[in-house]
């Protein structure tokens, strides 16, 4: 079986080296992370499709997240670690963002002390 990459020009095959060198940077850092998994929420991808009746509202969410579903693959073809880790550590950046959010609610009482 051949792969993909066989079939495209010179051209094609630079601009996807190069868009997945820049995913690979990017995502690396703890900001670029944040900003993907808030894209991929974005893309209603941890929610439910069906809205019951309001079958327009439903063919949008699907839309939506179709999108999400295709910067996943993308994910995936760069490093399929990658997103599996994304969910790990989004998780350890929200608990970090939790942390601190009590840390100033608490500063903030002390003051009106």
């Keep these: 079986m051949s792969d993909p990459s066989d079939y495209l020009s010179p051209a094609e095959k630079y601009e996807r080296e190069a868009l997945v060198a820049a995913f690979r940077e990017v995502f690396s850092l703890p900001s670029g992370k944040r900003v993907l998994f808030w894209m991929l929420e974005q893309c209603a991808i941890y929610r439910e499709a069906f809205a019951g009746e309001a079958v327009n509202a439903t063919h949008y969410t699907l839309g939506l997240q179709g999108a999400g579903r295709k910067l996943i693959a993308m994910l995936d073809e760069v490093d399929q670690r990658f997103y599996p880790s994304l969910l790990l550590e989004i998780a350890t950046i ?15 009482d002390d003051v009106d002390a």
Excluded: F, G, H, L
Aim: proline content about 0%; overall charge negative; glycine content about 0%.
């Design 94 to 108: 929200k608990a970090i963002d939790r942390e601190v959010a009590t840390n100033m609610r608490s500063e903030d």
